[in-house]
């Protein structure tokens, strides 16, 4: 089972009290992935909000160019503590890659429909959370711009 003790240790939820954190517990379901297992793939519906608790997961984009011959691409690997299909709690609802469990891999997995009204009653938790999440994802957007800078720039 989830506690808040292990969501103060996830990058989204670092901001949040005690108390707030204890609303989110009940949210939370815990899965395992085997290696090499998907986990979601690149647009489908995007459900849950994931935070990876022990293992490793690898996100990865198909690459279609001229340069490069289509297939996927690791763009980042998530560290425990970390979240991922952050799509789910945005309104595109779509996923932009696919998650892959590298090893034996636990998830708390959030369903987004739940987390989306829980912001909606509480909207202090909302907005500390879509503030932590912008600074998740820009940094991981830049990254992946300057990975497939590189791959670009290496077959060219």
Known sequence: MVSVEDLRCCELFSELTDEELGLLVPLCRERVYEAGETIFSAQETAEELYILQEGRVALQIQLRSAVERSGDVTIEE?????????SSV???????ATARALERTKVCAIPAGELNALFSQHTHIGF?????????????????????????????
């Open 78 to 86: 998530v560290k425990p503590g970390h979240i991922f299909g952050w």
């Open 128 to 156: 500390v959370v879509m503030k932590q999440l912008a600074n998740v994802i820009s940094p991981r957007l830049r990254h992946t711009r300057d990975e497939l800078a590189k791959r670009a720039s290496a077959n060219a």
């Open 90 to 96: 945005v309104k595109q609802q779509r996923f932009t």
